[in-house]
């Protein structure tokens, strides 16, 4: 059974940076496709950033691209998301997601199969 397990959120500034940490475990990690969402009171979960199997191809939603990062440790079975320069607008909960490598990365959320409980990021202004 997969099982995924995020850390890292919590409250920071406007500006400031958290780093998100997802653990997985009951998969073979290194045949997964790995992906953040997020989910904002009131509003549908929305892709947010996503990495393949290999780290070779990481897609993020506009509204974060160079301000996140995404990145996978294959040998630890984690997915991290750092996150800079953060904005009021940001504030949701964080999911990490898991799908088997199969026909590339999709960002809509009903195209993953597994998912972690979530992490609450805050961003005060």
């Known amino acids: 059974q997969v099982q995924l397990v995020e850390s890292g959120g919590g409250l920071v500034q406007a500006g400031g940076s958290l780093r998100l940490s997802c653990a997985a475990s009951g998969l073979t990690f290194s045949s997964y496709n790995m992906g953040w969402f997020r989910q904002a009171p009131g509003k549908e979960r929305e892709f947010v950033a996503a990495?393949?199997?290999?780290?070779?191809?990481?897609p993020y939603a506009a509204s974060v691209k160079g301000r996140f990062t995404i990145s996978r440790d294959n040998a630890k079975n984690s997915v991290y998301l750092q996150m800079n320069s953060l904005k009021p607008e940001d504030t949701a909960v964080y999911y990490c997601?898991?799908?088997?490598?199969?026909?590339?990365?999709?960002?809509?959320?009903?195209?993953?199969?597994?998912w972690g409980q979530g992490t609450q990021v805050t961003v005060s202004s």
């Open positions: 997601a898991a799908r088997y490598n199969v026909r590339g990365i999709v960002t809509s959320a009903s195209g993953w199969p597994d």
């Open positions: 990495i393949t199997w290999n780290g070779g191809t990481t």
